[in-house]
């Protein structure tokens, strides 16, 4: 029974052949393909304008230089929240839940930032290695902690959105499987629970929107650090 709770966050298979790339590809169905007017009516406008705020958002704390990444972080942020709204949907699969997938997204941007403070201004960003006016017998210990510190930041963002979005659709899942046990049993009870199962889906889409937020600006302040 504990088994088949995990069920869901099993990759499907069609004929032997993963259905995770149709699910990474489907969410792009869902945006407006581009014409002469972008803009073509009250949905697309309310996009643009989400799209635009969260850009701004994104890039206020960054100088020139860090807007080149704008496209890449709004076209992440687009791309995180509508897979993780879509799983919310019944009989649907969340590829963001797979922590092999989600280091695949950290891991080269971290990477992309450190590599970039450290060919634009390789002496401050070693320097964030070692804070000012440190004793000179915790130097190696803090050298050592702030490089692990460092190299666990891919690890913590992929962990991050998968540990958040796996919890959410666990809870769920009980939620839902108590409500369905108890309905023949405790009608009360079983209608309790449902009352409770959509407060915990309101709950979940906001969770969604959140980390896929969350991630993203993660994302944004390790870039401001390097440049």
């Known amino acids: 029974m504990n088994l088949s709770f995990f069920d869901q966050f ?14 990474l590809t489907f969410p792009a169905l869902l945006f407006p ?12 406008t309310l996009q643009s304008w989400l799209i635009y705020t969260t850009t701004k958002q994104l890039m206020t ?17 687009i791309f995180l929240l509508s897979i993780n709204l879509l799983g919310l949907l019944p009989y649907t699969f969340t590829p963001t839940t797979q922590l092999s997938m989600n280091l695949a997204l950290a891991f080269p941007l971290w990477l992309a930032t450190l590599l970039t403070g450290l060919r634009n201004q390789p002496s401050a960003s070693l320097g964030h290695l070692l804070p000012e006016g440190t004793p000179t017998p915790l130097i190696p210990a803090l050298i050592m902690i702030e490089t692990t ?9 992929g962990v991050r959105l998968t540990a958040n979005l796996t919890a959410g659709h666990l809870l769920i899942q009980l939620i839902s499987t108590a409500t369905a046990a108890l309905f023949s049993i405790m009608p009360a009870v ?4 449902a009352c409770v199962l959509l407060l915990l889906t309101i709950l979940e889409v906001a969770v969604a929107m959140i980390q896929a937020y969350v991630f993203v600006l993660l994302l944004s302040l390790y870039l401001q650090e390097n440049i």
């Not at 099993?10 to 699910?23: A, D, E, R, T, W």
């Open 190 to 193: 079983s209608a309790l629970t």
């Open 33 to 44: 393909s581009p014409r002469n007017r972008w803009i073509t009516n009250r949905t697309s």
């Open 61 to 77: 704390p960054l100088n020139k230089k860090g807007h080149k990444w704008a496209l890449i972080l709004s076209s992440l942020m």
């Open 10 to 23: 099993m990759s499907p298979y069609l004929l032997g052949i993963p259905l995770i790339l149709v699910s």
């Open 149 to 157: 510190s460092l190299l666990i930041r891919p690890l913590a963002l």
